[in-house]
């Protein structure tokens, strides 16, 4: 049974350009959320999508959008890169019992 | 509201020691409290999670206290192992209709010596 799965792993991006994260979900989850981790601090929650709508958004701008399918595999998209959006980007991914799990995440690094 | 509040920022423990780390927040709707582990350039993985309805679970070495009236929480790991070397986060959330959405602690990041 594969866990959450997440592509790139790595990817290095210069400022203005846009970025697309990919997440699978593991096995029986039907709800993804996409949380971003600078160095050294917390995830912080960008938004969730379940049944392919946003059902909850963070304090992060327009900039950060994102898109579920109807196998449940979630993109996250950030348009106009900043410097400060270098960071590690994880993926969520749960089901009924409310219990969130983790990819590896992508790590995103702006120049 | 929707802080949630860790200590310490770092902690240092010999090998057969209890690590003790603990975590305050202030939303009294959360209903989930979960643990994650993180080890350097990976995702958090779930290490243990209580809900409010009771005061402590054990799982293995990890249990968790919770204290509802205080507004607060605790990890304990017994016999604490050089592998469990990582970063501990707290989180709590209100799980509804719309999702989990999970709050984060700062982190603290433990260290396990010989």
């Known amino acids: 049974d594969a866990g959450v799965t997440q592509s790139p792993t790595h990817l290095i991006k210069t400022r203005g350009q846009q970025v697309t994260l990919r997440c699978s979900p593991k096995?029986?989850?039907?709800?993804v959320s996409w949380y971003q981790q600078a160095l050294g601090q917390g995830p912080q929650f960008i938004f969730q999508?379940?049944?392919?709508?946003?059902?909850q958004r963070g304090n992060f701008p327009d900039r950060f959008s994102g898109h579920q399918f109807p196998n449940y595999s979630s993109e996250l998209n950030v348009n106009a890169l900043l410097l400060g959006d270098s960071a590690l980007y994880l993926c969520?991914?749960?089901?009924?019992?409310?219990?969130?799990?983790f990819g590896e995440g992508s790590r995103l690094t702006v120049l | 509201q929707q802080q949630v509040k860790q200590s310490p920022q770092s902690l240092i423990v010999q090998k057969g020691g209890i690590s003790i780390i603990n975590c305050a927040y202030e939303n009294t709707a959360f209903d989930y409290f979960p643990w994650y582990q993180q080890f350097p350039g990976k995702g958090p993985a779930l290490l243990i999670a209580?809900?409010?309805?009771?005061s402590e679970k054990k799982e293995g070495r990890f249990t968790i206290s919770f204290n509802k009236s205080a507004k607060q929480f605790s990890l304990h790991i017994m016999d604490s192992q050089p592998g469990d070397s990582a970063t501990y986060f707290c989180a709590a959330s209100l799980i509804t209709g719309g999702g989990n959405k999970l709050t984060f602690g700062t982190g603290t990041q433990l260290k396990v010596e010989l």
């Open positions: 969520a991914t749960g089901g009924l019992t409310g219990e969130l799990f």
């Open positions: 096995s029986g989850h039907d709800t």
């Open positions: 209580i809900r409010p309805d009771v």
């Open positions: 999508y379940y049944e392919e709508e946003e059902r």
